[in-house]
């Protein structure tokens, strides 16, 4: 079997499933600084300043990007550093809030960067991908191409048509997905893709997507 036909998730270890968005049940820190839109997928205007009553912590985003590394087939070499992480990050989160704001999450979050890091490296090497070159991804058309593997992480994809993209093993790490256009787009196998980067992006009910998303009330 060639390296882009091999199946990079393995199911037993997949867990990203239990960290899917639920505002109603969000016990996490608020975020104060920005302002939010509900026609930006929030759950509620908020203005600068005001703290946000249902924005999901920045540790349990961390604990997703840690299921979404375990997940993989090429991280087998990481699993005893992902779970420990994984650990500290429950231990973490039962933390006083008290506790908490003194704690150097800067620190453990450096830590699980570094892993996420070596874990787009071995999954570019499971599926035999070379280093991709292209830089600018913003408010381009990419139709119909197979993107498997591309490095995604940390970029804009604003207004980009992928519309019938091949997205295998494609990375998602804080990537900017507003008004991409994912219109038929085999996102199954892409990884490190939130909720909310599907709730920000366009796309319908011909787009494939990951087992633990949901499709979008818009995208008919």
């Not at 759950?43 to 590394?69: A, D, T, V, W």
Request: proline share 4%.
């Amino acid at each position: 079997m060639e390296k882009h036909q091999r199946n990079i998730i393995v199911e037993d270890r997949n867990e990203s499933y239990r960290l899917v968005s639920d505002c109603s049940r969000c016990s996490g820190l608020c975020c104060i600084a920005l302002y939010c839109f509900k026609s930006d997928g929030f759950p509620q205007n908020k203005p600068i300043g005001k703290p946000c009553i249902n924005l999901i912590y920045r540790m349990f985003q961390l604990r997703f990007f840690l299921y979404e590394s375990k997940k993989l087939a090429s991280s087998e070499i990481l699993l005893p550093e992902i779970e420990q992480l994984l650990q500290k990050n429950d231990a973490i989160c039962k933390l006083s809030i008290e506790e908490m704001l003194h704690y150097p999450i800067d620190s453990y979050q450096d830590k699980v960067n570094y892993i996420l890091k070596k874990s787009c490296v071995e999954l570019k090497k499971f599926l035999g991908v070379k280093k991709v070159t292209e830089t600018n991804f913003l408010n381009r058309n990419f139709r119909g191409k197979n993107l498997s593997g591309f490095d995604f992480n940390m970029k804009p994809l604003i207004a980009s048509d992928f519309h019938n993209c091949k997205l295998k093993g494609a990375t998602f790490i804080r990537t900017d997905t507003r008004d991409a256009n994912f219109d038929g787009a085999d996102l199954r196998e892409a990884v490190f893709l939130s909720q909310g980067q599907i709730n920000a992006a366009k796309g319908s009910r011909r787009t494939k997507l990951p087992k633990h998303l949901k499709y979008p009330v818009t995208w008919k």
